[in-house]
């Protein structure tokens, strides 16, 4: 029986992907040596970023697989090299990177930013419950709470004044909050204080809240991004590629028109708009009447206009707000309220766009720890 030629090896390579890199291993020239024998076995090297990869089983596993579904091969055996500092930053460059991460979202299926054109349409909101609905249905959940000027997320989770810990490996451990994980810089300044900060100080936190964070794994991570067009967005796109985009406006026209801003700097920086969501579509009072305070359609004309779906409208009710202030998300305290109906509703039609999960493997944590430095401060 013929065997593959090295090139088919190498096209089959590209179902591997990285999953913190989110590219396969032939773009990202992590493909070190193809070799094939007339006996059927085809060897494979592939170059990580550390010696010590956390996710090594997962490169087996899936080069095997791909390799072996070839015609002709009856075995596959890999081997494991670790990139020089060159090809290291020959990915970096290629990223827009200052470094490699070293496993911390390695584990996260799927990352959804989440953002605006401008503040004040119920963004954050949306978010605890948001992941509180994806957590109603059986899914693992993070939140990156990034409105750094802005943090709420805390307060809408019921969080105190409690600080993330740090492991034995030097990661910083996400506090827990209704089987959420979540991370904020709300956690390391005094409560209520304002956040100072120029654009290289915000780039160096979320980096280090993305990869040097014990994530572990997640189906869904849930970017909460400060309104605007800003430094934060355009660092998150450079650390996430292959994130999507979930846009909130309300249906009022000018929130719509603010919201495409947002929406055109997705596009700029190739994040993929996921679906559009319109809040505040309606207030229903507690006896269900329904006042169209801020008019209607917005949500629906813009998602036409990005060619995405609108993947719900939820009305503004007195129980959202409510929750939002005690640290209970609505779907909890209330699944039956109309708000958290439509937000549930929204988790659902997230999923259903989300990619199926990459095939990971439960590995066992570096012998020895990761000098990963935590220049924030930290209990």
């Excluded at 609505?330 to 997230?350: C, Y």
Aim: proline residues 8%; negative net charge; hydrophobic residues 45%.
């Amino acid at each position: 029986m013929p065997m593959p030629a090295e090139a088919e090896v190498r096209k089959a390579l590209e179902a591997v992907i990285d999953p913190e890199l989110r590219q396969n291993i032939v773009e990202l020239d992590m493909v070190r040596r193809v070799a094939i024998h007339e006996t059927g076995v085809v060897d494979v090297t592939v170059s990580l970023t550390t010696p010590g990869c956390p996710i090594r089983n997962h490169f087996q596993t899936s080069v095997v697989n791909a390799v072996r579904a070839l015609e002709g091969v009856a075995q596959v055996n890999v081997d494991f090299d670790v990139l020089n500092d060159q090809q290291k930053v020959a990915i970096q460059q290629k990223l827009g990177r200052t470094k490699l991460p070293a496993g911390a979202l390695a584990q996260v299926s799927s990352v959804v930013c989440i953002g605006s054109g401008k503040g004040g349409v119920g963004k954050s909101t949306l978010t605890a419950n948001l992941a509180a609905a994806l957590r109603a249905e059986g899914k693992r959940v993070g939140v990156l709470d990034a409105d750094v000027w802005g943090y709420s997320i805390p307060r809408m989770l019921g969080l105190g004044a409690e600080r993330p810990k740090v492991s034995p490996q030097r990661k910083i451990l996400p506090l827990e909050a209704h089987g959420i994980s979540v991370m904020s810089i709300g956690f390391f300044v005094e409560e209520d204080a304002a956040v100072v900060w120029r654009g290289p100080m915000l780039h160096k936190a979320l980096q280090q809240f993305l990869e040097d964070v014990e994530w572990g794994r997640l189906d869904h991570l849930l970017v909460d991004l400060p309104p605007g067009t800003g430094d934060v967005s355009m660092t998150l796109a450079q650390l996430l590629p292959q994130a999507k985009f979930l846009i909130v406006t309300t249906p009022q026209a000018t929130a719509q028109k603010v919201a495409r801003r947002a929406a055109e700097m997705a596009i700029k920086v190739d994040l993929e708009i996921g679906g559009v969501v319109e809040n505040m579509s309606a207030f229903v009072t507690p006896g269900g009447e329904r006042f169209t305070i801020f008019g209607s359609g917005g949500g629906e004309q813009l998602a036409d206009e990005l060619d995405v779906p609108l993947l719900g409208e939820i009305p503004l009710t007195m129980p959202l707000r409510e929750q939002s202030d005690a640290g209970t998300p609505l779907v909890i305290s209330d699944p039956d309220d109309p708000a958290a109906q439509a937000i549930r509703s929204v988790a659902r039609g997230l999923v259903a766009i989300t990619p199926a999960e990459l095939p990971m493997i439960e590995v066992e944590p570096p012998a020895s720890p990761s000098p990963v430095g935590a220049s924030l401060p930290m209990a």
